[in-house]
């Protein structure tokens, strides 16, 4: 099975690994850079701009967690974490240096391909919503202006990934309504196949510590839902 070529990074320091995937990603018809350690990996994202970066989490010389927090420094492109089955720690971290997903190891390269796919037309969707519904919608200080998809809170711009502004706007668009882990996994991350949610967890996480710890309320059991 061939798809639209995809500019693919992958940064993976096991050789075994580095040389199938890459293989496999270009039998499905992307293009693949691939680096054996950070340093290589943070460089060949500067000159290539990949429109995503696989990275795995343990690397010589810079490990991908920190890769990921320079990549965000200056680039809001699709980024997946490699983990091990065994480092849940590792998912966590990663996600928290702004990685969009990740996918354990090991894996299946359908399952890679998907979650590649899946990322992609969620930024495919970001880069779309120039022309989004307009309009101001106000939850006590936060402000979320559903033009620009700005978001302020007590007149300050806040500096939300795309991840927690897509959040963020399901949140808003259902407010006081419950969603589940599930439903934010389909609407959000556009796993309709299903997916691990942790990845939720993490970024409503990373998303209380912005606008407010109490303004996202966890009802034990079904979810999450905004405090109107």
């Not at 994202?45 to 990921?68: K, N, S, W, Y």
């Not at 991350?189 to 967890?201: E, F, I, K, L, S």
């Amino acid at each position: 099975m061939r798809e639209e070529s995809t500019r693919v990074l992958l940064v993976e320091d096991d050789a075994v690994i580095r040389e199938t995937t890459q293989l496999a990603l270009q039998r499905y018809g992307h293009q693949v850079t691939s680096c054996a350690d950070g340093l290589a990996g943070l460089a060949a994202f500067e000159e290539h701009a990949p429109d995503v970066t696989l990275l795995d989490v343990m690397l010589p010389r810079m490990d991908g967690i920190e890769v990921c927090r320079r990549i965000r420094r200056s680039s809001q492109l699709a980024v997946l974490m490699l983990s091990a089955r065994t480092d849940p720690l590792d998912v966590v971290h990663g996600l928290e240096a702004g990685a969009d997903d990740y996918v354990t190891k090991p894996f299946d390269t359908a399952v890679l391909v998907a979650r590649i796919r899946a990322v992609l037309r969620r930024c495919a969707a970001d880069r779309q919503a120039s022309e989004p519904t307009t309009g101001t919608v106000v939850f006590g200080d936060l402000r979320v202006d559903l033009a620009s998809l700005d978001v302020h809170r007590d007149g300050r711009l806040l500096p939300l990934t795309p991840t927690e502004r897509r959040l963020l706007l399901e949140f808003t668009a259902h407010p006081g309504q419950v969603l589940s882990r599930n439903v934010l996994l389909e609407r959000v991350w556009d796993y309709a196949w299903g997916g691990d949610t942790r990845v939720v967890d993490v970024h409503v996480q990373r998303l209380r510590a912005k606008i407010g710890k109490d303004r996202i309320e966890t009802v034990r059991g079904f979810g999450y839902k905004l405090r109107c």
